[in-house]
């Protein structure tokens, strides 16, 4: 499994990890600045000028009644939030103790579910729809016929992750304060929107969905390099973990590390405006074009890769203080070594972790209305609607800690595995033997699945002593 001592590199060739190596990509986060200045002050201005209500929606202007708002629903969803923070850790106790299980379950339900709808679909004689949801059946069994040998290394990733949020639970709250400023964002631009669309012209318009999807970019790329320069420093320090890791790591993604975020944002911002555009194009006759939804489908595949490899990305941001072009550069060998493992293992946790937080959301959704319902139930069904998006949003950001730290665990552990057997002795092994057992499977004549490391340890040699990040 691990590379022989010849392959190793130079130890004088490996960059210095959790220091700043100065200011990256200034240009990017002055331009960023700029715009969100100019966004939040218009925004201010707008919310100023609208008299708000707490007891209507509608001010009746239009000859009809007042639309009052019933206090159950207000009771309901802060109801919601809690009980979405609660269920947010069990969750994490559940899937640490059980994650193995939870993999399994989430996959053969997924084959369950699209195989029993299947066989509704045609007894009912909607042939088509049967035929789609059987071969999505199919495709799922064989998807897990193909990978299953891989589930015991997801596993132990999975595992490995959320013990990184629970001794770093200052992380969930970087990503809720992540969330929150998002939706205040949203609510900024839309007034600032509503107050100046009309008046404005196709670049303006242009400009302010770009300013949209730019911010909304960065302060979730903010949030996921908070978490893996967390989860980087677990891993090569779990043993002597500096002071208030999650601070440091914070500091670093608002400062040093910022325009590299902001440009690696901007790129994949400039993919949604561009596919926003072509999803709008619209013939003579208002029908969507073949064209613009052929080139709207390819931008979204584009975009989608690039923001999957942008997480990976973001790591080496986060451990090394790299630029975005060479984070880029160095991402794309890795990709070439353990590209098709990282995919994998993504997207068998995905699938957990996304049916896991549905399931969660409707149980929120049922339970939070209950105990403010009146007799007549007349509000429920928009109780439970309002309560499942809020636990569906709160839920999978609750969740984004675990999976940003999977990633950054997953680099880790692919340049530097040797690492572990000193800092964490039991995650060690565990993966080494997940490891061997994915290899086992596969011909001897095979490539591993995983590559040796890339990092300079040699066998036998002590590893090189880590220091705290600058500042902590």
């Known amino acids: 499994f691990f590379s022989p001592p010849a392959m190793q590199p130079p130890l004088s060739s490996v960059p210095v990890r959790f220091t700043s190596a100065g200011y990256k990509d200034v240009l990017w986060a002055v331009l960023f600045l700029l715009q969100l200045c100019v966004v939040v002050a218009v925004g201010l201005n707008v919310a100023q000028q609208i008299n708000w209500d707490s007891d209507t929606v509608f001010d009746g202007t239009d000859g009809t009644e007042d639309f009052k708002i019933p206090a159950s629903i207000s009771y309901s969803l802060i109801t919601s939030v809690i009980l979405s923070a609660v269920m947010g850790t069990l969750m994490m106790l559940i899937l640490n103790a059980c994650a193995s299980y939870f993999i399994w379950v989430s996959n053969a339900l997924q084959i369950l579910f699209s195989g029993a709808f299947a066989l509704i679909a045609f007894a009912v004689g909607d042939v088509a729809t049967a035929l789609f949801l059987g071969l999505l059946c199919t495709i799922n069994v064989v998807w897990l016929w193909c990978v299953w040998q891989r589930i015991p290394f997801a596993s132990v990733m999975l595992q490995a992750a959320c013990e990184v949020a629970y001794s770093n639970i200052a992380t969930v709250f970087v990503t809720y304060f992540g969330v929150a400023l998002q ?24 400009m302010l ?39 440091g790591a914070l500091r670093r993604s608002l400062t040093s590390s910022f325009g590299s975020i902001c440009l690696g944002s901007l790129v994949v911002a400039l993919l949604q405006l561009l596919r926003a555009i072509a999803s709008s194009g ?44 060479q984070a880029s550069k160095d991402t794309w060998s890795l990709v070439k070594d353990c590209g098709i493992s990282a995919l994998i293992n993504d997207s068998l946790i995905s699938r957990t972790l996304m049916l896991t937080v549905f399931l969660a959301s409707i149980a929120v959704g049922i339970l939070a209305p209950l105990p403010f319902q009146d007799p007549e139930w007349t509000w429920y069904a ?73 990092g300079p340890m040699f066998p036998g040699q002590a590893p090189p002593v880590y220091g705290p990040p600058p500042g902590d």
């Not at 969905?209 to 960065?218: A, E, G, N, R």
């Open 183 to 206: 939706v205040t964002y949203f609510t900024f631009w839309v007034l600032t929107v509503a107050a100046m669309w009309d008046s404005a012209s196709p670049p303006v318009q242009v």
């Open 209 to 247: 969905v770009l300013m949209l999807f730019w911010s909304w970019q960065v302060l979730q790329n903010v949030v996921h390099v908070t978490i893996t320069g967390v989860a980087c420093t677990w891993y090569f320090m779990s043993r002597n973990m500096p002071s208030y890791p999650t601070l």
């Open 282 to 325: 619209k013939a003579s006759d208002g029908s969507v074009t073949f064209m613009g939804s052929c080139f709207a489908c390819l931008l979204d595949w584009i975009e989608a890769s690039m923001e999957y490899f942008n997480q990976y990305a973001y790591v080496q941001v986060a451990m090394y203080g790299k630029s975005f072009v």
């Open 382 to 454: 928009l109780e439970v609607f309002l309560g499942f998006l809020i636990a569906l949003f709160i839920l999978s950001s609750f969740l984004k800690v675990v999976h940003s730290s999977i990633q950054a665990i997953f680099v880790c552990y692919a340049e530097q595995p040797e690492v572990l057997q000193v800092t964490n002795p039991k995650l060690a092994s565990e993966l080494h033997d997940a490891v061997a057992y994915m290899n086992s499977s596969r011909p001897a004549t095979s490539a591993p699945l995983l590559p040796g490391p890339m």
